[in-house]
T-cell receptor, first 117, second 109 residues
Framework: GAVVSQHPSWVICKSGTSVKIECRSL??????MFWYRQFPKQSLMLMAT?????????EQGVEKDKFLINHASLTLSTLTVTSAHPEDSSFYIC?????????????FGDGTRLSIL | DAKTTQPTSMDCAEGRAANLPCNHS???????VYWYRQIHSQGPQYIIH???NNETNEMASLIITEDRKSSTLILPHATLRDTAVYYC??????????FGTGTSLTVIP
């Protein structure tokens, strides 16, 4: 069964709106959450890494004030796209991870397709 | 940054084995090789991973060369549902995944 629940799967909203995406780890306590985005016909790009109870670490070129990440619990992390504009339209994917290391495979959410008009 | 090189696209006849190569010549001793695939508009799906030895599961086989500089993912009997983008990723256990461009596999009826 699914180990990651991501919601919503699809959202359309007006420019200037803030959009929140939720990611739940169903099978284990996720001490770490990875957030990716994917533009059409491109690969997944890591946006940020968050650890439960700590501030997220953002990849170069990703605006931390625009993409707010909250990881307040071991089973839920949220990504808020603030004041979204058309260029933020993309496919956003989360991936929870255990903090114990090891070589366990990571699982990914089914993604959220965000369209800004 | 991605540390792997894969062909951009490949075709495979339905029912035949699909062999997807991956070059990771700069792999470190503690880095694993992972394979994922992504079907259109879905999140990546785990297929298989390995460190040194060849691995097999219900989905595929992973063949890693002795020097670990390359690997091949084998789908033994490709079906139309195997049409997807396949990503080969190397990473140290517990670290982030950085995706390359992957191989777009098309299974032809």
């Amino acid at each position: 069964g699914a180990v990651v629940s991501q919601h919503p799967s699809w959202v359309i909203c007006k420019s200037g709106t803030s959009v929140k995406i939720e990611c739940r780890s169903l099978d284990f306590q996720a001490t770490t959450m990875f957030w990716y985005r994917q533009f059409p016909k491109q690969s997944l790009m890591l946006m940020a890494t968050s650890n439960e109870g700590s501030k997220a670490t953002y990849e170069q070129g990703v605006e931390k004030d625009k993409f707010l990440i909250n990881h307040a619990s071991l089973t839920l992390s949220t990504l808020t796209v603030t004041s979204a504009h058309p260029e933020d339209s993309s496919f956003y994917i989360c991936s929870p991870a255990r903090g114990t290391g090891g070589d366990q495979p990571q699982h990914f959410g089914d993604g959220t397709r965000l369209s800004i008009l | 940054d991605a540390k792997t090189t894969q062909p951009t696209s490949m075709d495979c006849a339905e029912g035949r084995a699909a062999n997807l190569p991956c070059n990771h010549s700069t792999i470190s001793g503690n880095e694993y090789v992972y394979w994922y695939r992504q079907i259109h508009s879905q999140g990546p799906q785990y297929i298989i991973h390995g460190l040194k030895n060849n691995e097999t599961n219900e989905m595929a086989s992973l063949i890693i060369t002795e020097d670990r500089k390359s690997s091949t993912l084998i789908l033994p009997h490709a079906t139309l549902r195997d049409t997807a983008v396949y990503y080969c990723i190397v990473r140290v256990a517990g670290n982030q995944f950085y995706f390359g461009t992957g191989t777009s596999l098309t299974v032809i009826p």
